[in-house]
Each structure stands twice: as C-alpha cells, then as structure tokens.
C-alpha cells in the first residue's frame, strides 16, 4: 500500500481570526477559518481531517511555503495588497471544480464576477447554480477569490466563511456592499470598480 503523505499546516491569528492554512506535496491545499479564539489542537486536527479524510492525525508543522503564505494572507487582510502568485494544490475538487477555481484565479483585485459570467467563461451557461455550488467546495479561500463572485442582480451569494466574511472582504478591496432595502430584497453592490464588468446599484451584466 502507497504510503500516504503527511500535510503540513500552520495557525495564525489575523484581523479575521484564526486561520489554517495546510499544504500538500503539490502546494497550498486548504484555508480555513477557526474563529476568533485560539484554536485548540482539536479543532486544528478536525479540520485537518475534514480534508484529508484518509490520513492519520500525523502533520509537520510549518514550511517556507507555509511562511509565504501567511505573509501574503496578513498583507492582503492588513495592508490590502494584492494576493501574489502561490503555488496551490487544487486536485481533490471535480473536474467541473478545477474550471470553476482556474477561471476564479482571472478575477483582478477589486473586480466582481456574477455565477452568470463565470459560467459562461468555461463554457457551461446556465449553470450558475453549479458554479455556486464549486465556489462553496473551494478549498482555498482568499488565495482562489470566490469571495468576488456575486449573484444577478447585485446579490452577494453565499460564502464557506459567511455573508458577514464576504463582505469583509469585498470591502477591504474597495467594493462597499450596503444592506440597502429594495423591493426586491436584494443586497445592493456600491462603489463597484468600472472594469469589474459590474456597476452599481445592483446591476450585474
């Protein structure tokens, strides 16, 4: 039997939280959101085991990849600087997921993208739904922005870290999102950047 590679993984506090951040052979293969509380070693393993079902509760601890991307992490929550490339591990998603996160990755800081257009990009229209659906397995907040894929009609969509997380993060690129009331009951984008292909007031074309 092939023996199974042990992942490392780091834990750090942040303006968000605690984070995880686990790395595989391939690259960064998991980020995620502990709470507000330092994580105990519990925690940390569940979450592990969350994603690396079949390995034992064996991990190294920490790696210059790992350190690399906590410092792009706290540079892009504290000093909102842009995300730089780091190599990821993507391969436990579908093939329709990998799609889904490759196109993700074309998504500028501070632009937006609705499900729609992300359908449309890898040549499945109309499967806004599914679209979704990848955006809620990605493995890797942050580092692949589903946060900056919203709904039609100037909906945020939902978000692994919830509502309030994503519109944390829309707004630390410039993208305020306010609880407008509207007929409709949707949320209203504001401020959006032009070149986002989404304006304001709730429009997303």
Request: charged letters at 20%.
């Amino acid at each position: 039997m092939k023996e199974q590679t042990k992942p490392a993984y780091i834990t750090f506090e942040t303006v968000l939280g605690w984070l995880l951040v686990a790395q595989s052979p391939g690259g960064i293969a998991l980020v995620a959101f502990l709470g507000e509380e330092s994580p105990s070693e519990e925690s940390v393993l569940t979450a592990l085991q969350d994603h690396y079902p079949n390995v034992p509760p064996l991990f190294e601890t920490g790696s210059h990849l790992l350190e690399t991307a906590k410092a792009s992490l706290r540079g892009y929550l504290e000093k909102r600087e842009p995300i730089p490339e780091i190599a990821l591990d993507l391969s436990k998603g579908s093939r329709f997921d990998r799609m889904v996160w490759s196109e993700l990755q074309h998504i500028g800081f501070g632009q937006l993208r609705s499900y729609g257009q992300i359908a449309a990009k890898i040549g499945r229209p109309g499967a806004s739904r599914a679209v979704g659906g990848a955006c809620g397995r990605n493995p890797v907040p942050i580092l692949v922005a589903c946060h900056r894929v919203v709904g039609s009609g100037g909906k945020l969509g939902g978000y692994s870290g919830g509502i309030a997380l994503k519109r944390t993060l829309l707004e630390i690129e410039g993208i305020a999102v306010e609880n407008v009331p509207h007929p409709s009951g949707k949320t209203i984008l504001t401020n959006v950047k032009s070149n986002s292909g989404i304006h304001s007031h709730g429009g997303v074309h």
